[in-house]
């Protein structure tokens, strides 16, 4: 089993550069896509979009390094199971969220496997991959729930 926190872990990580990845590609668009006569990152909506992917990523990876520090540190596994575990959960809904988000922002070229939208066209569709890989959502907390001992 302990094997599967530091699969779990690589998994976030990857998590976290794909959402970041989102949301690059949709700021990149967001300033060169003109609506109304002005660029798309101008709107307001789509800049609170951007900020809340922002406040996702950033909540996420800030929680992968404290766990990663943890780990440096010589914490036990089992002491860490249930933060990756649930951690594992933020991170795919979290990269679930930016997908979307960014899609939006992209419009129908986030269909494209290729254009200005196929980083975000592949993220999406791999989305559900993450979810299950390493331990579905629901398994990862109850897991979390089980190993926290309430």
Known sequence: MTNFNHERLVGI???VRNCRL???EAIKYARLRKTFGKPLIQQQVIRHKLGKM???IESLQAQQEFITFQITKGIENNQVASAIALL???GTR???K???EASQILGGNSYLRSGPGE???RIYREV???AIGGGSEEVMLDLGVKQARL
């Open 13 to 15: 990580a990857k998590t």
């Open 54 to 56: 922002i406040y996702l």
């Open 88 to 90: 594992k959960v933020q």
């Open 22 to 24: 989102c949301l690059e």
């Open 128 to 130: 559900r991959v993450a």
């Open 98 to 100: 930016c997908a979307r």
């Open 94 to 96: 979290t990269l679930e």
């Open 119 to 121: 980083k975000v066209e």
